[in-house]
């Protein structure tokens, strides 16, 4: 059974810090493209930062520069360093996982809440 349990969200102000992570179970991870994504209320889903099993990144424009994704493949684990938060930060953020072969295959956690608010 595939499971992305995601954790790490709360309460922060603006300029402050979050670290979000995301256990992976029943995948093997190390081949699986891993992303962080987000949805605001009344706003459509979107990527935040995706990392592939070899470690290349990629990060929305909103993003670049503040946060940070990684990985680690022993541990089946991928996080997502989150500095300098503004209120448009806040969403719900989503573990995702993309096996990539001749079908595309994703996989998704339920959600952490963000807020960031003073």
């Known amino acids: 059974q595939v499971q992305l349990v995601e954790a790490g969200g709360g309460l922060v102000q603006p300029g402050g810090s979050l670290r979000l992570s995301c256990a992976a179970s029943?995948?093997?991870?190390?081949?699986?493209?891993m992303g962080w994504y987000r949805q605001a209320p009344g706003k459509q889903r979107e990527l935040v930062a995706r990392?592939?099993?070899?470690?290349?990144?990629n990060y929305a424009d909103s993003v670049q520069g503040r946060f940070t994704i990684s990985r680690d493949n022993a541990k089946n684990t991928v996080n997502l360093q989150m500095n300098s938060l503004k209120p448009e930060d806040a969403a719900v953020y989503y573990c995702n996982a993309r096996l990539v072969m001749s079908t595309v295959k994703d996989y998704w956690g339920q959600g952490t809440q963000v807020t960031v608010s003073s």
């Open positions: 990392i592939t099993g070899e470690g290349s990144t």
């Open positions: 029943g995948i093997i991870f190390s081949i699986y493209d």
